[in-house]
């Protein structure tokens, strides 16, 4: 693997064995290095293909003016991530994220910290990354003597949420939205207060996390169950009944048109959430 364009001292352009563009990062990987000059392997920590988007090319020009120590910040935010949450998030988020966090270092510098109105949906729908995102906080806090707040976390938590769904930022958010609104109809349908630390509401979280990434990539279930749908329907009425309302929401708001597969998973979660909730007098 031989050096085609030295970008730091750091970072290097080559091409993998596939014949791919790459960038390949580690300490002092180019040192008194020259073009042509073979990839000390010892030194690679990590490699990334470059796309011919927009994104590849922000960040190759964004790499030619970056410490690696802010790459080496970034790096250990997202192990310890994955360590917390037990999970892997695609590449992408070592290029998102550290583009984040050098706009959050210059904002820093400025004093420009700015309101998420989706705080509130994010730290009660994703709270395993938004954990994530106060711990980033705190660290970025103490490394820039910044004064981020929960309004940056949550910020930072849809980063790691978008590597999980490996989705465009666009669709985590309208994905966000549509969570909320789902939530919405049941809570005020049954007239309830979740138990937001119960199991059957963790469970519908993540259904409805999934279902909404699904319904935005027209990737649904198939309808193959009836009988099942049947007996559901028979022996959940009263949920079902909920599940039709979200359906004619779905279809009216979005053109969405939630099959009976789906419709069969939404009232099995409904009836569970709705049993381990409080009832509003």
Not at 77 to 87: F, H, R, S, V
Not at 253 to 266: A, D, Q, R, T
């Amino acid at each position: 693997m031989k050096i085609k364009k030295i970008l730091n001292n750091n970072a290097v352009i080559s091409e993998n064995d596939k014949g791919e563009e790459i960038v390949v990062m580690g300490r002092g990987l180019a040192f008194q290095c020259h073009t042509r000059d073979e990839v000390d392997a010892a030194k690679v920590d990590k490699t990334f293909v470059l796309k011919a988007d927009e994104q590849s090319h922000h960040f190759v020009e964004l790499l030619a003016d970056l410490d690696f120590s802010e790459f080496e910040f970034t790096g250990d935010l997202i192990n310890y991530a994955k360590a917390q949450m037990g999970k892997t998030f695609s590449n992408a988020i070592y290029i998102t994220l550290v583009d984040h966090i050098n706009t959050c270092r210059e904002r820093a510098a400025a004093g420009a910290y700015v309101k998420n109105t989706m705080t509130w949906d994010i730290k009660r729908l994703y709270k395993d990354e938004f954990a994530i995102g106060r711990e980033a906080v705190r660290r970025m806090n103490v490394r820039f003597g910044s004064e981020f707040d929960d309004n940056e976390a949550a910020n930072i938590a849809m980063h790691f949420v978008n590597a999980e769904l490996d989705s465009d930022f666009e669709t985590v958010f309208k994905i966000t939205k549509v969570i909320s609104e789902i939530l919405n109809i049941v809570k005020y349908h049954f007239k309830i207060v979740y138990d937001e630390e119960s199991l059957a509401y963790y469970r519908f979280t993540t259904h409805l996390r999934f279902f909404t990434e699904r319904m935005f990539s027209g990737s649904g279930y198939p309808d193959e169950s009836d009988d099942l749908f049947e007996m559901i329907v028979a022996k959940y009425p009263e949920y079902y009944e909920c599940t039709l309302k979200i359906k004619s929401f779905l279809s009216r708001k979005y053109g969405y048109e939630l099959g009976n597969e789906e419709s069969l998973y939404l009232t099995v979660h409904i009836a569970k959430v709705v049993r381990e909730s409080k009832k509003i007098s």
